[in-house]
């Protein structure tokens, strides 16, 4: 069956450090988007991709930055972690021309 | 994540009885709605959608309605098990600026549901 699937699900980092989490479907989506869920703000776009090729940013986008070399996979790096970036990450995507979005499992990213 | 039903809004339901979860939107000129459902330690799940020229869209033990009017949004579940005890947020999808659209998610309701 298609999905969407995210690594690692648990990740531990020391400020300073460059982290890189992963998300992957297999359902042939264009539309693929990162998000961070903190308590008190709900879900919060942070980068998105139309396409191969295609980023844009989102609406927390410091500190972090995405590519996009084929369908499936959408990286989000944190060049510099910051303990602010605790938080869960979410992967999400969706089909061209619709608005709906279909989630991963999540990310739970701890920074010391 | 595990800890995304704390400080919610907290509406408990007696197993059996019809549940009702309310949403108020933002923007008047979204044309597409989502409510996901959220469990502990789990990606958002997608329940069901409904475009803003529909007023009611019904799914499999629940419906959606929606009221323009005063931009509102509700999920309605029936017969409520244990199963559907999770967080419940609404989404809208707004115009975000170059051309984009992009989905605005509430904060969410935490359903319980009493056996």
Not at chain 1, 44 to 65: C, M, W
Not at chain 2, 31 to 55: A, L, T, V
Request: with cysteine; hydrophobic share 30%; proline share 3%.
């Amino acid at each position: 069956d298609a999905e969407i699937t995210q690594s690692p699900r648990h990740k531990i980092t020391e400020t300073g450090r460059q982290v890189t989490l992963a998300c992957h479907q297999t359902w042939n989506h264009n539309n693929m988007f990162w998000y961070r869920q903190d308590l008190g703000h709900g879900l919060r776009l942070i980068h998105y991709s139309y396409g191969v090729q295609d980023t844009n940013k989102g609406e927390v986008s410091d500190g972090y930055s995405v590519s996009r070399s084929n369908t499936e996979d959408l990286p989000l790096t944190l060049e510099s972690a910051a303990s602010s970036q605790t938080s869960v990450y979410f992967c999400a995507s969706g089909d061209r021309g619709t608005d709906t979005q279909y989630f991963g499992p999540g990310t739970r990213l701890t920074v010391l | 994540g595990e800890n995304v039903g704390l400080h919610l809004p907290t509406l408990s339901v007696q197993e059996g009885d019809n549940s009702i979860i309310n949403c108020a939107y933002s923007n008047s000129a979204s044309d597409y709605f989502i409510w996901y459902k959220q469990e502990s330690g789990k990606g958002p799940q997608f329940i069901i959608d409904i475009r803003s020229n529909m007023d009611k869209r019904q799914g499999q033990r629940v419906t959606v309605l929606l009221n323009k009017t005063v931009k509102h949004l509700s999920l309605q579940i029936a017969a409520t098990q244990p199963g559907d005890s999770a967080v419940y947020f609404c989404a809208e999808n707004g115009y975000s600026g170059a051309g984009s659209y992009q989905l605005t998610f509430g904060k969410g309701t935490k359903l319980s549901v009493i056996p």
